[in-house]
C-alpha cells in the first residue's frame, strides 16, 4: 500500500521557518516526480514545488528564493524547506508523487498519491 506521510508543520512567527518531510513507502518513487502543494481556507490546492526524478526543480513565483525542495539519497524522503515565511504562506501542505512523464504537472489531481496534509500557519 502506498502512502505519503507530511510532517513538520506547525505554527512560525512571520520572518521564520520550517521544514517539512514526506515520507513515503509502499514502492520505490526513484521514476517519480514528487510535489508539494498547498491549500489555504477557502481557496484551491496550490502548486508550491516540484522536484523532477531526474532532479530538476520547479516553484511557484510566489516562494521562488524562499522555498526549497529536495529528497535524501534513498529517495524515500522529500523535503520542504521554508525560510522567511510569510502570512499568506498559511495552508495544509501536502506531498504528492507521480509517475514521470514529458512534462511537469501543476495539478494536484493529476498525480498518482497524495498525503492527508500537514498545518503550517504563520502569525504576523
Known amino acids: 500500500q502506498v502512502q505519503l506521510v507530511e510532517s513538520g508543520g506547525g505554527l512560525v512567527q512571520a520572518g521564520g521557518s520550517l521544514r517539512l518531510s514526506c515520507a513515503a513507502s509502499?514502492?520505490?518513487?526513484?521514476?517519480?516526480?514528487m510535489g508539494w502543494f498547498r491549500q489555504a481556507p477557502g481557496k484551491e490546492h496550490e502548486f508550491v514545488a516540484a522536484l523532477r526524478s531526474g532532479g530538476s526543480t520547479y516553484y511557484a513565483d510566489s516562494v521562488k528564493g524562499r522555498f526549497t525542495i529536495s529528497r535524501d539519497n534513498a529517495k524515500i524522503t522529500v523535503y520542504l524547506q521554508m525560510n522567511s515565511l510569510k502570512p499568506e504562506d498559511t495552508a495544509v501542505y501536502y506531498c504528492?508523487?507521480?509517475?514521470?512523464?514529458?512534462?511537469?504537472?501543476?495539478?494536484?489531481?493529476?498525480?498518482?498519491?497524495w498525503g492527508q496534509g500537514t498545518q503550517v500557519t504563520v502569525s504576523s
Open positions: 509502499g514502492r520505490t518513487f526513484n521514476s517519480y516526480d
Open positions: 504528492a508523487a507521480r509517475r514521470s512523464g514529458l512534462r511537469l504537472r501543476l495539478k494536484l489531481d493529476e498525480y498518482d498519491y
